[in-house]
């Protein structure tokens, strides 16, 4: 056994249901609502409407017990409801991990995508159940749903990687994802 200054947690199972999109033993769950996605979605009265007219979940996450500790590899599940906010796709509020590190996601439920920035360069990765998206060390990772139904997905990460939501806010995502009439677009940021 390795000499670790936190020891690791004890090897457990937990039990994935793609289906139901749960994970058992639960860790933590956390909700968050339109109130906490404040200066993200790019027309603010009508968030600040939104937030007024019942202040909806946006999302959830629910974690398995691994703690977010250095050397451990937590997972959580995220499910997006499906809803626009003046036309703009709900999301995640996004992220950089500040200890740049690589993360996956498993898609499981309904349609999404993986929007990635590094500050420079923009990606677009479709997401459908059975879709692994790579989130390479140094790219800011959001969310999106752009279908019908809820959009679940199985993420995998290093528990020291940390999150940086400051950096979104300062930086952007590159793209805003707006539902059309027969889909869903990508457009500049600033629109
Ligand atoms: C953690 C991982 C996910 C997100 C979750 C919510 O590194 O990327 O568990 O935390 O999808 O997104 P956000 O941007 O609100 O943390
Ligand atoms: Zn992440």
């Not at 996450?61 to 906010?85: F, K, N, Y």
Request: hydrophobic share 35%; charged share 20%.
């Amino acid at each position: 056994m390795p000499d670790f200054a936190t020891p690791p947690i004890s090897p457990f199972a937990i039990r994935f249901d793609a289906e139901a999109a749960t994970l058992s033993p639960e860790g933590p769950t956390l909700e968050r609502r339109m109130s906490d996605l404040e200066g993200l979605f790019a027309d603010h009265d009508a968030w600040q409407a939104a937030v007024a007219d019942g202040d909806p979940v946006v999302y959830r996450v629910q974690s398995s017990p691994v703690p977010e500790a250095d050397r451990e590899l937590p997972q959580s599940i995220t499910t997006i409801e499906r809803g626009t906010t003046a036309g703009e796709c709900w999301m995640t509020k996004g992220h950089q991990h500040p200890n740049h590190q690589g993360e996956i996601y498993l898609a499981l439920h309904g349609t999404g995508g993986l929007l990635m920035f590094d500050g420079d360069r923009v990606e677009w990765l479709d997401m459908t159940p059975g879709t692994i998206g790579y989130i390479p060390p140094g790219w800011a990772h959001r969310s999106v749903n752009v279908g019908d139904e809820p959009y679940s997905f199985l993420a995998v990460y290093p528990g020291g990687a940390g999150h940086d939501y400051g950096w979104v806010l300062e930086h952007g995502m590159g793209n805003r994802i707006h539902r059309t009439g027969d889909g869903f677009a990508l457009r500049p940021y600033s629109a």
